[in-house]
Structure formats: C-alpha cells, structure tokens
C-alpha cells in the first residue's frame, strides 16, 4: 500500500547560473516551491505489478546480479485540457523505464509549472498534485538513476528561464561529448547546477547565437553526440527530437477531437498511446526536430547523413512487447528471437520453460519452432518487494529462491530448455539453473536470446564494468561450468539481427556484444566512471 507523501520537501528557490563578476546569465534553472516531492514509502508492490523490469531488479539490487536498466522514459502531449493527467497515464505506462523519480510540466500559453519527485509516478502524482499541473501541454518523465541526493538534483523535467524564453526540457539517453561541451560552456559563463545531459542541451539552446528559439534548438542538437530522445516545452509550443542514430524510441500519436484541433502525443514507447486512446502515427526520425503548436504540427532535419544505430536491447529487454518501436512490434521481435535460436541452437527436450517473465515470449517462439511443449515451470511472486531483502545480507542470498520457484510435478524427471534474454554476472543463471535441477529435472539447457554481452554501454543503459561482465572474460564453455548447466547457447548476432528487423530494414548499434561503438566516445570518463575503468 502506498502511504503518500512524507512530508519531506526540498524547497529551492531561483538558482541563478551567473558566475561573480560575468554577465546576465544566458540561463537560470527555477526550481520552486514545493515543485520537488521525495516519498519514503518503499515502491515494492507497485513495481511487481508491473512484472519483469521491477520485480525483478528491485529485489536485486546491491545482490549478485541485476539486470540491465534503461535509464528514462519520456512523454509530450500538446492540445489537451487536462495535459498533466494525460502525462501522468502515458508515464504510468513508461513506468518500466525507470522507477526512480518522474516529473511533470505542463504550459498554458502563459506560464509553465513542474513538479517532480522520487518514487513510482503513482506515488508522487496524486490528484491533489496534478490538480497543481495546470494548461493544455505538458511533457513528462521518468528516470532510473543510481544515486539518492544528485538523483532528485537530476529528476526531469528541468525547467528554465533562458535568454530564449522558458523552458521545460526532458530526455532519455546519453550525451558522449559532455566533457568537451561542458569545458567550452563554462568558458562563455554557464555554471551547472545538475549533471544532466539536459542542461547541457539548455545552455546549448541559451548560449546559441541562432536567431529563433527553433533555429536555437537545432543548432543545439546538431553540436551534440549519443543518445538521446527528447521532449521539450515553451509557455506555447512543444518540440521532441531524436538524436541522429535513433538509438532510444519516440513516437508520435494522435488523439482525434472531433471539436477541434486533435491532441498530438509523443511517448517513448507506443503502449503509453494505449492508455492515452491515441493512434499510433509515426515514430520521430533520427535526426528530426518536431514543433507542435496551435497551427499545427512542423518538422525539420537538424542532422541528416548519420547511419541509423537503433539500440538493439530495447527489443530484447527495456522496451515493452506490446510496444511497436522502430517500425517493429517488440513481441514479434521476441518471438523470432526465440524461433532462430531454435533453429540454431535445438537440443532434445522434453519441455521449453521461460525464466519469467522476461524470457516468456522468446520462450514460446522456440516451443513453436522445435515443437518441444512450453510450460511455465517457473513462477514468479509478483509481490516481492526490494524491502524485504535488502536488511540481511543473509536474505540476499535467497533472492532468486523468494522470486521464484519451480513447479516441481512439471520439472521432475525431464529435460528442460530454460529460456532467458540476456547473463550478465552469471550468479542468478546459476541459482536459476541449480533450482531447475534440485527439481528433479533430469537434464537443464539454457538458451539466451541475445548474444554474449561482453562490453559496457554509453548510451543510456546502466551496465555492470567490463570485468563483471561473465561473457566478457569467459568462453561460452567456462560460462556453461559456471552456471552448471548441462548446455549454453546464445542467439547469434546475425540471428538477433535478423529477428529485430524484420524486413523493415532498421540498422542497429550492437556494441555491448561487438565493443564496436557507433560514436567517438571521447569522454567516457565523464559519461559512466565504471565504463570508463573497463576500457583502461
Ligand atoms: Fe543498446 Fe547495447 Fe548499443 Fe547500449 S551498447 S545502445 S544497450 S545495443
């Protein structure tokens, strides 16, 4: 049950960016009462609603093995009368892209409101807060970070007041030239009150010298490298972009009102449009600035010649299946995955058995090819909550055993094909694969729908160093000993490929199984610290 508010707010009035002695400041962050909420209340029932992301990582955390976490969801909306509860319900379905803080502004032609806090977006927008969301525009935000204080500094949306007027900015990447950026900002008089990517896009857009806030935006977009998809806001308009490479999803959806102008959405996964009852129109293309205002909607190429790398692992875990992104349904995407390492990878089994619930729909996608049965032998408790194992260490160590448990008359006496979408450390493939067997299963072969992932991300993905990554310093035979599995097999790169395109012809980034990064990452040190050792 969620309590409410704690009744802990942070209260920071006009921080002026101005250093002693320099000129009016090109921009000024505004954070103001009581726009910044913090919540005590532990999230564990409401992220195991929500299944594999929450359940799953929350009751690992500080354990063995987490998953990989995406770091952002972002959604815009423009035309609506109640904006703040239109973003509300597209976050709450983005809830699986970070669970950490989440943020709402909205416009009414005339002024711009934020509020943002830590915890689910259940639990800092109430009623009584959204009330507070007033105008027909708002963009929203919800963040996965890992630190408690700099992680409400960083909440989004950040809302400023710059020599182009105010504006409100979320984003969902990572930017790999900071440092460079960062450097040269300073020199002309920016002082940063975050670590966020997206201040440095608003001094960008504030230190420009293009004529029109629109010109500013491009041009600020255009200096910048990585990933990022972004919405931002001005008292009248709403922009989203997409960074050259496509790497993290945007779409654009459309709530037809028979009244008037219909409302424009942007949500980084479709199925926020399915909450919202808005129809999927298309996605923003890499390298594409979008403007929505009361005339319409323009669009315009900031970048256009920068091959596309789409993050391939949005299909294999972050993203949603009943998301389309990239031009692909996710649940397809996952099926194929499942039906090639069928093709590649067969062994004789008795019954395929998804590792839940990330690994269900590769899972049935190699039951349909092999014609092996699928069962769910597996079954997660959905109501695990990270309080109840972070206390003991001695507790830690039964995470696996508390998510899970086999259902043993299925498991007893047969061999099975466990199906999961990605190892990282190898600890909970082992557990995983040990409870199999003390089952009574009489043989455990594990499949992964992706292939080894052996080097860290820099573009908005939260990965282990590069030491901790098993497939990084093992061979797939060392790995099979390590988890004690009587076979390993991953999907082929070309195999993973091949699944996630699906004709469309989508080009994707690949580099946390190749190392071959689609970017110069000149300043990884300032983009993740750990990556950054892994690379020495
Ligand atoms: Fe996605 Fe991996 Fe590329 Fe990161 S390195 S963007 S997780 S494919």
Same mark, same amino acid.
């Given at each position: 049950m969620?309590?409410?508010? &704690? ?8 921080? &002026? ?24 209340t532990p999230a564990s029932e409401e992220c195991a609603r #929500?299944?594999?992301?929450f359940a799953?990582?929350d009751n690992?955390r ?93 909440? *989004?949306? $950040? ?10 900015? =979320? ?41 029109? /806030? ?6 600020? /977009?255009? *200096? ?30 459309? $709530? ?7 409302? $424009? ?44 790398? &789409? ?17 692909? #349904? ?5 099926? *194929?995955?499942?039906?090639? %390492? ?39 408790n959905h109501y695990v909550g990270r309080t109840f194992i972070e206390p ?7 995470g696996?055993?508390l998510k ?70 093992? &061979?797939?035979?060392? $790995? ?7 076979? /390993?097999?991953? %999907? ?6 091949? =699944? ?20 110069? #990452? ?15």
């Amino acid at each position: 049950m969620i309590e409410g508010v &704690s009744g802990e707010e942070t209260r920071i009035t006009q921080i &002026s960016n101005a250093r002693p002695g320099s000129p009016l400041p090109a921009a000024s962050f505004e954070v103001e009462e009581p726009q910044i909420l913090r919540f005590s209340t532990p999230a564990s029932e409401e992220c195991a609603r #929500w299944g594999p992301r929450f359940a799953q990582d929350d009751n690992l955390r500080g354990a063995e093995d987490p998953k990989l976490r995406e770091h952002c969801g972002v959604v815009a909306i423009h035309g609506h009368p109640d904006a703040a509860r239109q973003a509300y319900l597209g976050l709450y379905a983005l809830q699986h892209r970070g669970q950490e803080s989440a943020g709402i502004a909205t416009a009414n032609g005339s002024s711009l409101s934020n509020i943002k806090g830590m915890g689910l977006v259940s639990e800092i927008f109430t009623d009584e807060v959204l009330d507070k969301l007033k105008g027909d525009m708002a963009i929203g935000h919800t963040r996965y970070s890992t630190t408690g204080d700099s992680a409400l500094l960083n909440a *989004q949306p $950040i809302r400023v007041e710059s020599t182009k007027g105010l504006i409100a900015i =979320a984003h969902n990447g990572n930017l790999v030239n900071l440092g460079n950026l960062r450097a040269r900002l300073e020199r002309e008089g920016a002082f940063f009150q975050t670590t966020s990517d997206s201040e440095i896009i608003v001094q960008l857009i504030a230190h420009s010298r293009a004529g029109t /806030l629109v010109d500013a935006i491009a041009d600020s /977009l255009s *200096q910048v490298d990585g990933a990022f998809s972004i919405v931002m806001m001005t008292r009248d308009r709403v922009f989203a972009a997409r960074d050259p490479r496509g790497f993290r999803p945007l779409s654009m959806g459309r $709530i037809p009102n028979p009244d008037g102008p219909d409302t $424009i959405v942007f949500a980084s996964e479709t199925c926020a449009f399915d909450l919202l009852r808005a129809r999927f129109e298309r996605d923003v293309e890499p390298g594409e600035l979008v403007m929505v205002t009361s005339d319409g909607v323009t669009s315009r190429r900031y970048s256009t010649g920068i091959p596309q790398s &789409s993050c391939i692992f949005e299909h294999v875990y972050f993203a949603r299946p009943d998301s389309k992104i990239f031009n692909r #349904w996710v649940q397809e995407s996952r099926e *194929q995955m499942g039906r090639q %390492l069928a093709r590649e990878s067969g062994v004789p089994a008795d019954l395929v058995v998804p590792v839940p619930d990330s690994g269900v729909t590769a899972a049935i996608g190699y039951a349909a090819e092999s014609g092996i049965p699928f069962r769910f032998g597996l079954i997660r408790n959905h109501y695990v909550g990270r309080t109840f194992i972070e206390p003991e260490q001695r507790v830690r160590d039964f995470g696996v055993k508390l998510k899970l448990n086999p259902v043993r008359n299925l498991l007893e006496g047969r061999r099975i094909i466990l199906i999961d979408d990605s190892i990282i450390r190898g600890t909970t493939s082992r557990k995983i694969v040990r409870m199999v067997r003390s089952a009574g299963a009489k043989e455990v072969h594990l499949r992964i729908s992706c292939p080894p992932t052996i080097s860290p991300c820099y573009y908005g993905v939260d990965t282990p160093r590069k030491s901790e990554l098993i497939a990084a310093n093992n &061979s797939i035979e060392e $790995i099979r000993r390590f988890i004690e599995a009587d076979s /390993l097999a991953y %999907l082929s790169l070309e195999g993973l490929e091949k =699944a996630c395109d699906g004709g469309e012809g989508n080009r994707f980034c690949v580099a946390c199984y190749t190392g071959d990064y689609p970017t110069h #990452w000149v300043d990884v040190e300032d983009i993740l610290p750990a990556a950054a050792e892994a690379v020495r």
